[in-house]
């Protein structure tokens, strides 16, 4: 005996037979037949027939026989019924829209085409995917914009954490046409996802070290600008994104707030502007990364003499030792470029790498959840071979993404399903 042959083809009578109650369930019931007022005129729509469409189920294809009205004075048609049930411009049910988000967020349209194929037994091609997925995204992206009202959840945690950064994603040619880029012709092949993530540490390791705790990372992101610009009172695209993300996540009313980043000015300039009183800290492995760099460049790359160089640069790092830092690396300076330029960065940023004092105080000093943000929230999705994107489409997908891993997908789920049954 072949079992999974035997599941399947069990599976698929028992589907057909439920899809077929249903049918005749839903098909029976008459009661849309009633007086509908037009949503655009608000005048009496005339009854005109019920008329069959296909839509696919999560049972598999319904046949279903909905009552239709014309509007004279508008010229347009409706079918009541579609709107209540969700059904309305397309031809996927709720149930397997649902699906199509969970498998549009984590994987290619292709994959996810497959996926609905062998997991659910579900007839979905890719490019119908694409546009469920995208059209669902540009819901819960308008969804964003409005409901930023904080999430009833567990009591805020002492501190809470906000970091930001972006990663390049790659683009259609039209999208990037005119645009400067790290091209040897100067030209542009991507276009930058900013990223805004808030989590909370109150939990240690054996050290003693604040860890991210579980299932307190949330995320917003969008290929959007963060420049200030003074005829915008209400500041950048970017810098309203995460202003919204921080008053879902009351981030305001946490006793203590600090602003992880990489050493960006953009970064500082937005931490500044919307949360003055704010901890700001440079992540501590990027400051190594460039030391790293500078030790590699100046004694050369693997040799024991740059390697002495920099765990000795670590050591005063990590030890607060910081005039100790300036002066090495102001050796340098004479006839070294990048010398000069760290030794910016180190004199910009120095209240912001007192690690020996947040270490203290069990502040965090890294930014590994915005890192990992990066590469599991925008890399694993939209920098995968091949992978061209407009932007629309881009931030429509990170859109539904974020809501899905943020935890939110089922609230803007239910408000859905409430607008549709209101209208």
């Known amino acids: 005996m072949d079992l999974e042959a035997l599941e399947n083809g069990v599976r698929r009578v028992a589907f057909r037979l439920a899809a077929q109650a249903l049918e005749q369930r839903l098909n029976a019931d008459h009661s849309d037949e009633r007086e509908v007022l037009c949503d655009g005129c608000r005048q009496p729509a005339r009854y005109a027939g019920r008329k069959t469409k296909t839509f696919q189920s999560v049972l598999g294809p319904l046949q279903l026989q909905r009552a239709y009205y014309h509007c004279l004075a508008c ?3 409706f079918y009541p019924r579609d709107r209540a049930w969700g059904l309305e411009g397309g031809t996927l049910s709720p149930g397997v829209v649902r699906m199509v988000a969970a498998v549009g967020a984590a994987v290619s349209f292709q994959e996810g085409r497959q996926l609905l194929e ?11 995917v694409e546009r469920t997925a995208e059209a669902l995204g540009r819901e819960i992206d308008a969804d964003e914009h409005i409901h930023v009202a904080p999430l009833a959840s567990a009591p805020l945690p002492a501190t809470l954490y906000l970091g930001v950064d972006g990663t390049a994603v790659p683009m259609r040619a039209e999208e990037v046409a005119g645009r400067a880029g790290k091209q040897p012709d100067g030209s542009a092949k991507t276009r930058e996802v900013k990223l805004c993530v808030v989590w909370s540490a109150e939990h240690r390791d054996s050290r003693g070290r604040p860890v991210r705790d579980p299932g307190s990372v949330s995320y917003s992101a969008a290929i959007e600008s963060a420049a200030i610009q003074e005829s915008n009172p209400t500041g950048s695209e970017f810098y309203q994104r995460v202003a919204r993300e921080a008053t879902r996540r009351d981030f305001q009313k946490a006793s203590r707030r600090a602003v992880v980043g990489d050493g960006a000015a953009w970064i500082w300039n937005l931490s500044q502007e919307l949360y003055p009183d704010a901890i700001q800290i440079v992540d501590r492995w990027h400051v190594k990364e460039h030391f790293c760099q500078l030790g590699n460049l100046l004694y050369g790359a693997g ?12 050591q005063q790092l990590d030890n607060g030792c910081f005039d100790g830092l300036l002066r090495a690396v102001t050796r340098h300076v004479p006839g070294c470029d990048a010398a000069r330029k760290l030794l910016v960065y180190l004199k910009t940023n120095r209240h912001r790498m007192d690690y020996p ?41 990170m859109a539904l993404r974020c809501c899905r891993l943020s ?3 089922q609230d803007v789920w239910e408000r859905r399903g409430d607008l549709r049954k209101a209208a």
Do not use: Y
Request: aromatic share 8%; hydrophobic share 40%.
């Open 75 to 77: 010229q347009q048609g």
């Open 118 to 128: 062998e997991l659910a037994g579900l007839q979905v091609d890719a490019k119908q």
């Open 303 to 314: 040799s024991a003499q740059a390697h002495r160089w920099i765990e000795r640069r670590f």
């Open 357 to 397: 004092r947040f270490e203290r105080e069990g502040l965090c000093t890294s930014s590994g959840v915005v890192e990992a943000g990066c590469k599991v929230v925008i890399g694993a999705r939209l920098k995968r071979a091949g992978m061209h994107w407009s932007r629309p489409g881009a931030n429509a997908i």
């Open 407 to 409: 935890g939110r997908f």
